[in-house]
């Protein structure tokens, strides 16, 4: 793969089944070494992007080139040169960690020896030696993940795509897959990352997708996206009526819970506006008892762009 092309472009991709719509002239371009998110709740057609890249399934329409391959005209190609980690673990429970991945090296037609000192390597990288030779049914969630993405990178592909990887993971198994992302992509490899949850996509993303019935709704950062939602506000706790009813009088605008004893004054997010409101508060010597900032997450930003507050869309 030459350093002109990006690791990933689409433009116009469409995909049907009967009168089912699932990809509506999606238009997507990945920069080489970086994390890209599509985000979306089930059935968003995340999925199905990532099979017609992969060269899984056709599209309908498009021009589709991954690692600069023509997906349609070029295949064998495009296979050489990405790796596809799928939402359901791929290994061989019968068989060791060890024997999993000398299988796949031999699948890549590697030399014995070559295959024998990339399982290795592999098997160090995600932090599965010891149990090595160890039956992979005897292995918990996370280290099944772990082998799984380890037997995606035995061919060292260029691109990798990775639906929903997490899914399942407990917290501490969850944070160790982003550590193992973040390390592929200093290496210099494009992951392309499908996820239902918001807080993988902040973390991991440099750019993020919002696909909604197979329509991408925005792109950008997660800042960008975030700067797009209106509802920053800063929250004042008082420690009775006289001090919530004296600032709602000075502050003006504002959302009043009387049950918390609180307000919630509208900001755009900045520091002059959170001086703003203190200031005023301290002219008028209010004490207030608790202080917070709040700025709109991924969450609110996929509702706000999708319009539908009973989307499926998990936060951890």
């Known amino acids: 793969m030459t350093t002109e092309h990006p690791a990933i472009a689409v433009t116009g991709l469409r995909k049907s089944y009967g009168e089912h719509v699932v990809l509506d ?29 992969s060269t899984l399934i056709s599209a309908d329409a498009g021009d ?3 690692a600069g391959h023509d997906v349609t005209a070029e295949p064998d190609a495009v296979r050489a040169t990405i790796g596809v980690t799928g939402q359901f673990s791929a290994v061989d429970n019968l068989l060791s960690a060890r024997k999993n991945l000398l299988l796949m090296a031999d699948l890549h037609h590697l030399p014995k020896r070559e295959g024998r000192e990339r399982a290795t390597t592999l098997l160090e990288q995600f932090d599965l ?16 993940r772990r082998l799984d993405l380890a037997m995606t990178l035995v061919g060292n592909p260029w691109v990798i795509f990775l639906d929903e990887p997490t899914t399942g993971l407990d917290p501490r198994s969850r944070r160790s897959m982003w550590q193992i992302v973040r390390g592929l992509v200093a290496d210099g490899v494009t992951i392309l990352l499908t996820t239902q949850y918001l807080e993988e996509a902040d973390q991991l993303a440099d750019r993020i997708a919002v696909l909604d019935n197979g329509t991408l ?15 920053s506000h800063v929250r004042l706790r008082f420690a009775d009526t006289h001090g919530l009813d004296t600032a709602a009088q000075v502050l003006g605008r504002v959302a009043r819970d009387d049950d918390a004893l609180s307000l919630r004054v509208p900001s755009d997010g900045s520091l002059r506006s959170l001086k703003t409101v203190i200031d005023q508060l301290d002219d008028q010597a209010i004490e207030v008892d608790e202080l917070s900032v709040h700025t709109p997450d991924l969450d609110d930003v996929f509702l706000a762009l999708t319009g539908d507050s009973n989307k499926k869309v998990t936060v951890r």
């Open 25 to 53: 002239g999606v238009d997507l371009t990945v920069a080489r070494g970086t994390v890209f998110a599509l985000l979306g709740a089930n059935g968003a057609g995340k999925t199905t992007t990532v099979k017609i890249l």
């Open 64 to 66: 589709i080139r991954v």
């Open 129 to 144: 030696a010891e149990a090595a030779d160890k039956p992979v049914a005897t292995y918990s969630g996370g280290m099944r």
């Open 217 to 231: 709704v925005a792109e950008g950062t997660a800042d960008e996206l975030k700067r797009r939602i209106p509802g």
